[in-house]
């Protein structure tokens, strides 16, 4: 499998959207070990990454098709990891994004891939950071990583993305508060979707409540309200996060110790989570219960 991937990594060179196709699957299925590939470990390109989060249904699929219009029409290389936890596909799409996606899948500057819980060795974020290693050998401007954000597994995905903008609806707004301690966190830019609809001022406002635009904060916060399903709002939107892309030094960002142990983290607690759960599946008494804990705890 190694050979193979190091086979589909010189193929980087000629930008064929099927053969990353196969590298990312064979990334998948390798975990981990697939970072002995020097080009893996360290890639000589750095995409932006784009992650876009936020509940189910809050419109992030549409807004990433609005965003790969706008991009595409400036000539930049899109790449797409969509995250979907609940897919029973791995390497397939998910068929609702298909067809909303469907205006991109013929176009050669755009590559779209979905990430499915199966296949995926070492849990979806591992699995997600390693893909993203493979997208930057093919080179992408941008690269969106759409999340569903609600467990732990997808907030730690995003701390893979150089901006992370979080998409909201005027029914969040009882939510805001709730949310406030996991995902509003990491957002760098916030999205009021479906601001079509009533609701979408007041829940602005109460995003602004909670992170004044004011000082520093102005910088790293900011507020879109957009429609996503007629583009309303979108291109500035779009524009917005390339400026921010264009703040970040993006290749020594890559290399930044706190990404890079946010990184060591997800890679290694998926790897954990699945040797411990062979263990823990094999107990039959108590005895085999007390045996397993002590001998896997860290000594103090
Ligand atoms: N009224 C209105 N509907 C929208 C807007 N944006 C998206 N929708 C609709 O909302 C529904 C969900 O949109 P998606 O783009 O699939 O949302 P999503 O966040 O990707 O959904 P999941 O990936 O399933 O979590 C679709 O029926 C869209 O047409 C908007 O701005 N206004
Ligand atoms: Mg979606």
């Known amino acids: 499998?190694?050979?193979?991937?190091?086979?589909?990594?010189?193929?980087?060179?000629?930008?064929?959207?099927?053969d990353l196709a196969r590298l990312l699957s064979l990334v998948e299925a390798t975990g981990p070990k697939a970072l002995r590939h020097p080009e893996l470990l360290n890639p000589g390109h750095a995409a932006l990454r784009l992650g876009i989060t936020g509940p189910p249904g809050a419109g992030k699929s549409t807004l990433v098709a609005q965003l790969i219009r706008t991009w595409r029409e400036a000539g930049a290389r899109v790449g797409v990891l969509a995250v979907d936890p609940s897919s029973p596909f791995s390497g397939g799409a998910i068929l609702g994004d298909r067809i909303r996606y469907a205006d991109h899948f013929a176009d050669p500057g755009v590559?779209?891939?979905?990430?499915?819980?199966?296949?995926?060795?070492?849990?979806?974020?591992?699995s997600a950071y390693l893909m993203l290693r493979a997208f930057d050998l093919w080179k992408f401007d941008v690269v969106l990583v759409?999340?569903?954000?609600?467990?732990?597994?997808?907030i730690d995905i995003l701390?893979?993305?150089?901006?992370?903008?979080?998409?909201?609806?005027?029914?969040?707004?009882?939510?805001?508060?709730?949310?406030?301690?996991?995902l509003m966190e990491i957002a760098d830019v916030f999205v009021v979707n479906k601001a079509d609809r009533p609701g979408a001022e007041s829940l602005a406002?109460?995003?602004?409540?909670?992170?004044?635009?004011?000082?520093?904060?102005?910088?790293?916060?900011?507020?879109?309200r957009t429609?996503?399903?007629?583009?309303?709002?979108?291109?500035?939107f779009?524009?917005?996060l390339r400026e921010r892309g264009q703040q970040i030094n993006?290749?020594?960002?890559?290399?930044?110790?706190?990404?890079?142990?946010?990184?060591?983290?997800?890679?290694?607690?998926?790897?954990?989570?699945?040797?411990?759960?062979?263990r823990a599946e094999a107990i039959k008494s108590p005895e085999d219960f007390l045996q397993l804990i002590l001998a896997s705890s860290p000594q103090p």
Do not use: C
């Open 111 to 126: 590559f779209i891939r979905s990430l499915g819980s199966r296949g995926s060795l070492g849990g979806l974020s591992a």
């Open 159 to 182: 701390h893979v993305a150089d901006v992370v903008a979080l998409v909201l609806v005027p029914e969040s707004g009882d939510s805001v508060q709730a949310m406030k301690a996991g």
């Open 238 to 240: 779009a524009a917005a």
């Open 250 to 278: 993006l290749p020594s960002h890559r290399r930044d110790p706190l990404r890079l142990q946010h990184e060591a983290l997800a890679l290694l607690r998926g790897q954990w989570e699945s040797h411990f759960r062979r």
């Open 205 to 224: 406002r109460e995003i602004e409540f909670y992170f004044p635009l004011e000082g520093a904060a102005a910088l790293t916060h900011r507020i879109f």
């Open 1 to 18: 499998m190694s050979d193979q991937i190091g086979k589909y990594i010189k193929l980087a060179q000629h930008g064929n959207f099927r």
């Open 146 to 154: 759409e999340t569903v954000g609600v467990g732990q597994s997808e």
């Open 227 to 236: 429609v996503a399903t007629d583009g309303t709002g979108t291109k500035e």
